[in-house]
């Protein structure tokens, strides 16, 4: 294997480097965790006002979505880095992180909770509206409590992606994991080492949260699907 | 119209087409080997599985940046000489594919198990079985996820700047560097608004294709 033309594997060097690696997945882990639970409220909030078809505020909503959706997170996180000290908002590369991470997954999150709040089954609304409930309180009792566990497998989904793309701030030169790491490979050129060490990394990292995602989901799947 | 615009925008426009190159690349390289790898994945032989299931999670599991660093940081190793544009291409296909693939086994699975059965009995083999029964219905499940697979892609191929190949993105990069140096001012507002609105302009149409499929198909 590639191994035999005399690359020389020392997985100790890894070690070496532990503090600046550490110091770097703190960071990830600090954009990513704002950036999920940003995203959550941002879907959750506005998936409401979109399912409840509020006029224009609606419209709104959806050119925010289809903006983040159909544009390439990187060009938004440069937009937001490099474009807007132009126009004298400058941000730092922390804030860059978490923000660029929430509007991103706030579009998809959105998208997510409005169709599990519209898939809510009919009856149970027309069934608050006989017994008298105002259209908001009757939302409030059967689209909310049942729609957001129906968005739920596709909302996680979104958040994990969340944090494989806080990896994206290397291009900013944001010192989180990846920029750590490509860093220390681009002076040492220990390329199986570290690229070992941080893949391990990520790939346990999204293991456990989608095993952890996946007893939440069991733990709030309706019963009887929906 | 200021004088800078017209360089800016020729230089961008060069870029563009990398983008568009990259793009076609890696979706019909991610197209053609994530249907096989989609269909091993439906095979009884555990092994096959096993093996396909290790690619796929690997490569779906990664950040996509880290694939591309690693294959731009590997191809050298491997005594190959460093291409941005190849490894970009390799590390979206690596990516690419194994989304595919996972979109293809679900096609396939969710064919009712009657379909195979049936054409079995009346004495297909496996091959006939698959290309006359199953993937045509199968089809039908996986278009539209692949189209917004076929977004997703080509909005991915703006990371390959990262690793410096000249696309959009690091052409209007570098404009926006070479004015600062020769007049002060960045432009960053306008250029990078123009690499967004380029990016909206092909995607969107894309997606409302994804979700018309979605709602035609099902």
């Known amino acids: 294997m590639f191994l035999a033309q005399g690359y020389d594997f020392q997985p100790g060097f890894v070690f070496d480097h532990l503090p600046a690696l550490a110091h770097g997945l703190l960071r990830t882990l600090a954009i990513s965790a704002i950036g999920m639970a940003g995203a959550l409220v941002v879907g959750l909030v506005l998936g409401a006002l979109s399912a409840l078809r509020v006029p224009v505020v609606r419209q709104v909503i959806r050119c925010y979505v289809e903006v983040f959706r159909n544009t390439p997170l990187l060009v938004q996180i440069f937009f937001l880095y490099f474009a807007l000290p132009d126009i004298g908002l400058q941000l730092s590369g922390f804030t860059v992180g978490w923000l660029s991470l929430l509007l991103w997954g706030g579009a998809y999150t959105v998208e997510n909770f409005r169709a599990g709040f519209e898939a809510v089954e009919h009856g149970y609304v027309e069934a608050c509206r006989a017994l008298g409930f105002s259209r908001l309180s009757a939302f409030r009792q059967t689209n909310v409590p049942l729609g957001w566990r129906i968005a739920l497998p596709s909302v996680t989904n979104i958040l994990i992606s969340v944090f494989k793309n806080s990896s994206f701030m290397i291009a900013i030169s944001y010192p989180e994991l990846t920029e750590t790491a490509i860093g220390i490979v681009a002076v040492s050129f220990r390329v199986f080492e570290l690229f070992a060490a941080i893949g391990i990394v990520y790939l346990g990292l999204v293991w456990l949260m989608s095993l952890g995602t996946q007893a939440v989901e069991r733990r709030f799947a309706i019963p009887g699907g929906h | ?218």
């Not at chain 2, 961008?12 to 080997?33: D, E, H, K, N």
């Not at chain 2, 926006?176 to 967004?196: D, N, Q, S, Y």
């Open chain 2, 1 to 218: 119209m200021p004088l800078w615009v017209g360089p800016v925008a020729s230089y961008v426009a060069q870029g563009l087409w990398t983008t568009l190159l990259l793009a076609l690349v890696s979706i019909v390289a991610s197209v053609l080997l994530g249907t096989v790898l989609g269909t091993l994945l439906t095979l009884p032989q555990l092994w096959v599985r096993a093996v396909v299931r290790a690619y796929v999670e690997i490569w779906r599991g990664l950040p996509i940046i880290i694939t591309l660093f690693f294959i731009f940081f590997v191809l050298p190793v491997l005594g190959i000489e460093v291409d941005t544009f190849l490894a970009a291409a390799i590390g979206l296909a690596l990516w690419g594919s194994a989304n595919v693939a996972e979109v293809v086994r679900g096609a396939v699975q969710s064919v009712p198990r009657g379909q195979s059965e049936a054409a079995a009995a009346l004495g297909f083999p496996w091959q006939r079985r698959m290309r006359h029964v199953i993937l045509p219905q199968a089809t039908r499940r996986a278009l539209p996820p692949l189209v917004g697979l076929v977004v997703n892609l080509t909005q991915q191929t703006s990371l390959a700047a990262v690793i410096g190949l000249l696309d959009v993105l690091e052409a209007s990069q570098r404009s926006i560097e070479r004015l600062t140096l020769a007049g002060g001012e960045t432009h960053a507002v306008p250029i990078l608004g123009a690499v967004l609105v380029v990016f909206f302009v092909i995607c969107l149409p894309l997606t409302i294709l994804s979700r018309r499929l979605e709602r035609v198909l099902q």
